[in-house]
């Protein structure tokens, strides 16, 4: 088990439909995709590495290259919900800001 407790929970990840529909697609040139966004969310929330802005939101951020090679850190919000060792992740909003250097 690691450090937060969460041992082997089968956690789903799921992008609501209408951040899907607006953010996902805005992104979707740059190399983002809900499966890329839902597997980095998993692997990120697993390992323990992310911030809590409230007792059921879980806050991720990660760097990526937009098409023209400018440095972008996207954060994107999750709520989280648990039933009996399942936890569902729905990452319901995100934001793109450019890396200063």
Do not use: C
Not at 15 to 43: M, N, P
Not at 60 to 67: D, L, N, S
């Amino acid at each position: 088990m690691n450090s937060r407790g969460l041992g082997r929970l089968l956690v789903i990840v799921r992008v609501a439909k209408k951040l899907g529909k607006s953010w996902v697609a805005r992104h979707e040139k740059d190399g983002l995709d809900e499966w890329k966004i839902a597997t980095f969310v998993r692997s990120q929330y697993l390992l323990g590495s992310f911030e809590r802005t409230e007792p059921d939101i879980a806050m991720f951020r990660f760097r990526f290259r937009k098409g023209g090679g400018k440095l972008v850190q996207a954060t994107l919000w999750a709520r989280e919900r648990k039933q009996d060792g399942i936890v569902e992740l729905v990452i319901y909003k995100g934001h793109v800001e450019p890396v200063e250097s």
